[in-house]
């Protein structure tokens, strides 16, 4: 049998792989059903044997973006598709994460359509100004200019990958198109909200994943993957083993009312779902699902005009922690942080330290004054 011949009853085909030439077809069945189906054409399924039975397994969220990115690359009749979709393919090879996928498509894709509308149909020919264009066009939309940079790094590390490969001028890295973003200050929560917070939160879940989200500090992405063997409630810690952004893996620790909260969940939770929190119907809670239940408690606290975000709990949980004397080398290996100049971001929110050298030198300067007066005093 040859790699050009093609065996109807062979879903190795599929697959690119010729290794037998089977005397009749094998039973077929997707993940753990049983039932008999039609090989699906899809050259991201993968296939396992168990008891002579060919498995095929569902391709993996990452897997389902690339395809669809591809798909629109095919589609969009854009510059340089070829390189795109070899872009993109890279970037899987990388391990980067379904979100990141889709968020430099978005940005890739406004970029190659803007050089289409002014007909340039080659990479090639990319100037600073192409890129100075799409900045300002993306500005005029009305984009946050956090956002308007995460698209242009998107941009950028795209013409990096073209540049490798010498189909664009390497002069477009050597000096790049920068954004100015303001310094804003992380927002956290304040103690008594907090607290307002609290006294309303009723459901058992609920109570505990908001209690875990503010004394471990962890991301919101990183809470729906916890497995119940992850948390450890004698020794009071959580290790999360693949973080949310930088894939490094930590160990965070809670205090007393969480694991008093946990405890209290795990009493009542399904024991046979192997995700710590789950939603009806669902093996996990999803983001989406823990956005929408922290929106409903701000609202029946009074607290939906303050503008707080499930992320906000990570801003507290770094505060305080800096507020009572953490070194900010601590904080940041449970922040999960790569680098230190991140965290310190928090030590300009930590007002305790200042505000005590405020008064304390204020309180010098206003003795002083006191003095002269004193001392003009007939």
Known sequence: MTHSEFNPINPNHHLGCYP??????????????SESSQIPFNRFNRASFYNGTIC??????RRK?????????DRGDLPGAEHTKRYFQDMYRRNCKARTLEASATAIFLFLRHLKRKAIDELAPIERNDIEAFVELEQERGLKISSVRTRLNALYAFIRFLSDDDLVDPQLLLRKVKLKLPQGLPRAIAWADITELMAVIDDVRDRAMILLLLHTGMRIGELPKLQV??????????RIYEGEK????RVVYFSDDARDAVSAWLKQRNRHKSHLFYSQGRSRFTYNGARMMFVKYLKRAGLSHKGYTLHCLRHSFATELLNAGMRIECLQQLLGHSKLEVTRIYARLSEKAREQEYFRAMAIIEGEASDGLDQHDY
């Open 20 to 33: 037998i030439n089977l005397p009749e077809p094998l039973n077929i069945s997707f993940g753990q059903t």
């Open 56 to 61: 095929w397994q569902l391709p993996s969220a």
């Open 65 to 73: 973006v690339l395809d669809k990115i591809l798909e629109q690359v």
């Open 229 to 238: 063997n992850d948390v450890d409630l004698e020794a009071r810690l959580v």
């Open 246 to 249: 930088n894939y490094i893996g």
